[in-house]
């Protein structure tokens, strides 16, 4: 194993796991809201349509606020910022138990959505600040892990607390968002003493170690032109941002579209409450797969474009055939094929804003991107629900979806002809000479 290999390794030990675990909580926060629909819709007088905009509200929230909160965590740190956002989103989630009324549920999902703003961009922009670009794919590939394992685990978690339906006066639903939202303010106090903010405050990078990350992150700065704004919300003004935010719209409006709604999908499969949630985790294993192969291939084969672009194109045909077959075991198959191509773009898109800026520009850049991509987590849910009530079935929500992912095809051939316009790279300099 080469010196280069073992330090990478070595951070990753140190570092991912624990990333995982709390975006993995995080995105099990926001994801129980599906499952928490199939019986709080009638106890608060709830409608398709109704869900659909409320579900979406949290990401109008954290479009707001994603902005401001990643340049205060580049001012105060990572770990005192992501413990400030874990104890918020975990007493706003604990809140979601107590509403009463459609009114309620817009605007605590609004709170909760402007309480967790900035931690995925954060560790995204924590990410560049720990790995040079040739190594982040793989990196953002185990990070992004933890939607699909999350996934996976609250479907199953969520048919379990809603059968605790009545136990000392509370609804499942309720014992649902109580059960979710205790974990994130019990790892506040553990993020403030584990986390790390940079390479150069730990004791277990040596002195020659953390010499040879910070030259490769420099030559990474010099190799692919990264642009530092001395105002880093100049960032947001910059075309390659934009362009990038326009690209990742499509993928956020394909997988919380898909994701809010697929319970209700499963559900009509047949079968109890139960019976949906495990159903429900069998994508996600698929997504788990690509996540373990294409970023890899993709760092590998020093290719993200032409990636990015087989998986749109495998997303909107499988998107497509979920719709338009008609036996459960065909659409649950096509479904995994989405799952496999959704999040596998995810962790490929996500190592090219990186490529382009760093410092707090990339924080701002990064949060940019994100926020404007999370607005489809906005218009994914809402879009859904309204055409499921216009006209009677769930199958041209999920046509919607597939022309969404056809337009993310072409705005990837778009996007490549306007950004990758620079000399070939330079192969780095491995530590230690090897």
Same mark, same amino acid.
């Given at each position: 194993?080469?010196?280069?290999?073992?330090?990478?390794?070595?951070?990753?030990?140190?570092?991912?796991?624990?990333?995982?675990?709390?975006?993995?909580?995080?995105?099990?926060?926001?994801?129980?809201?599906?499952?928490?629909?199939?019986?709080?819709?009638?106890?608060?007088?709830?409608?398709?349509?109704?869900?659909?905009?409320?579900?979406?509200?949290?990401?109008?929230?954290?479009?707001?606020?994603?902005?401001?909160?990643?340049?205060?965590?580049?001012?105060?740190?990572?770990?005192?910022?992501?413990?400030?956002?874990?104890?918020?989103?975990?007493?706003?989630?604990?809140?979601?138990?107590?509403?009463?009324?459609?009114?309620?549920?817009?605007?605590?999902?609004?709170?909760?959505?402007?309480?967790?703003?900035?931690?995925?961009?954060?560790?995204?922009?924590?990410?560049?600040?720990?790995?040079?670009?040739?190594?982040?794919?793989?990196?953002?590939?185990?990070?992004?892990?933890?939607?699909?394992?999350?996934?996976?685990?609250?479907?199953?978690?969520?048919?379990?607390?809603?059968? $605790?339906?009545? *136990?000392? #006066? @509370?609804?499942?639903?309720?014992?649902? %968002?109580? !059960?979710?939202?205790?974990?994130? &303010? =019990?790892?506040?106090?553990?993020?403030?003493?584990?986390?790390?903010?940079?390479?150069?405050?730990?004791?277990?990078?040596?002195?020659?170690?953390?010499?040879?990350?910070?030259?490769?992150?420099?030559?990474?700065?010099?190799?692919?032109?990264?642009?530092?704004?001395?105002?880093?919300?100049?960032?947001?003004?910059?075309?390659?941002?934009?362009?990038?935010?326009?690209?990742?719209?499509?993928?956020?409006?394909?997988?919380?579209?898909?994701?809010?709604?697929?319970?209700?999908?499963?559900?009509?499969?047949?079968?109890?409450?139960?019976?949906?949630?495990?159903?429900?985790?069998?994508?996600?294993?698929?997504?788990?797969?690509?996540?373990?192969?294409?970023?890899?291939?993709?760092?590998?084969?020093?290719?993200?474009?032409?990636? $990015?672009?087989? *998986?749109? #194109? @495998?997303?909107?045909?499988?998107?497509? %055939?979920? !719709?338009?077959?008609?036996?459960? &075991? =065909?659409?649950?198959?096509?479904?995994?094929?989405?799952?496999?191509?959704?999040?596998?773009?995810?962790?490929?898109?996500?190592?090219?804003?990186?490529?382009?800026?760093?410092?707090?520009?990339?924080?701002?850049?990064?949060?940019?991107?994100?926020?404007?991509?999370?607005?489809?987590?906005?218009?994914?849910?809402?879009?859904?629900?309204?055409?499921?009530?216009?006209?009677?079935?769930?199958?041209?929500?999920?046509?919607?979806?597939?022309?969404?992912?056809?337009?993310?095809?072409?705005?990837?051939?778009?996007?490549?002809?306007?950004?990758?316009?620079?000399?070939?790279?330079?192969?780095?300099?491995?530590?230690?000479?090897?």
């Amino acid at each position: 194993m080469s010196p280069e290999t073992r330090l990478v390794r070595l951070i990753t030990v140190k570092l991912i796991p624990f990333l995982i675990l709390l975006y993995l909580i995080a995105y099990i926060d926001r994801s129980a809201v599906g499952f928490a629909k199939l019986h709080m819709g009638a106890d608060i007088g709830l409608g398709d349509a109704a869900y659909g905009m409320g579900a979406g509200l949290f990401f109008i929230g954290y479009f707001l606020f994603e902005i401001p909160s990643n340049l205060m965590l580049d001012r105060f740190g990572a770990r005192r910022w992501f413990a400030r956002i874990l104890f918020t989103w975990g007493l706003m989630t604990m809140g979601m138990a107590w509403v009463d009324s459609p009114s309620g549920f817009y605007a605590m999902r609004f709170l909760l959505g402007a309480a967790e703003a900035g931690f995925f961009p954060g560790v995204l922009y924590y990410i560049t600040q720990w790995y040079p670009v040739r190594h982040r794919g793989k990196i953002l590939g185990l990070f992004i892990l933890s939607q699909p394992i999350a996934m996976m685990v609250t479907g199953p978690l969520s048919g379990l607390l809603l059968g $605790l339906d009545g *136990l000392n #006066g @509370l609804h499942g639903w309720q014992w649902l %968002f109580l !059960a979710i939202g205790a974990p994130a &303010v =019990l790892l506040a106090w553990p993020t403030l003493r584990i986390l790390p903010d940079r390479p150069d405050q730990v004791g277990w990078l040596s002195v020659e170690e953390k010499a040879w990350l910070l030259g490769e992150l420099e030559k990474d700065r010099h190799e692919y032109g990264q642009t530092r704004h001395e105002n880093p919300l100049h960032a947001l003004k910059d075309k390659r941002v934009l362009l990038l935010a326009l690209l990742f719209l499509p993928v956020t409006l394909s997988i919380y579209g898909l994701g809010l709604w697929l319970p209700t999908i499963v559900h009509q499969f047949g079968g109890s409450v139960l019976t949906t949630g495990f159903v429900s985790a069998v994508p996600y294993i698929f997504g788990i797969v690509g996540l373990l192969i294409v970023p890899r291939s993709s760092d590998r084969l020093n290719d993200r474009y032409g990636h $990015l672009a087989a *998986l749109h #194109g @495998l997303g909107a045909c499988a998107m497509f %055939f979920s !719709a338009w077959l008609g036996a459960p &075991v =065909l659409q649950l198959a096509a479904l995994s094929l989405v799952a496999f191509s959704l999040y596998s773009i995810t962790a490929v898109f996500w190592t090219l804003p990186g490529r382009f800026f760093s410092g707090a520009s990339a924080a701002a850049c990064i949060a940019l991107i994100n926020s404007f991509g999370n607005l489809g987590g906005y218009l994914g849910p809402f879009a859904i629900g309204a055409l499921k009530e216009y006209t009677g079935n769930l199958a041209s929500g999920l046509y919607f979806l597939s022309a969404v992912l056809c337009f993310g095809l072409l705005l990837t051939g778009i996007v490549y002809q306007r950004l990758e316009r620079r000399p070939a790279q330079q192969r780095p300099a491995p530590l230690g000479g090897v």
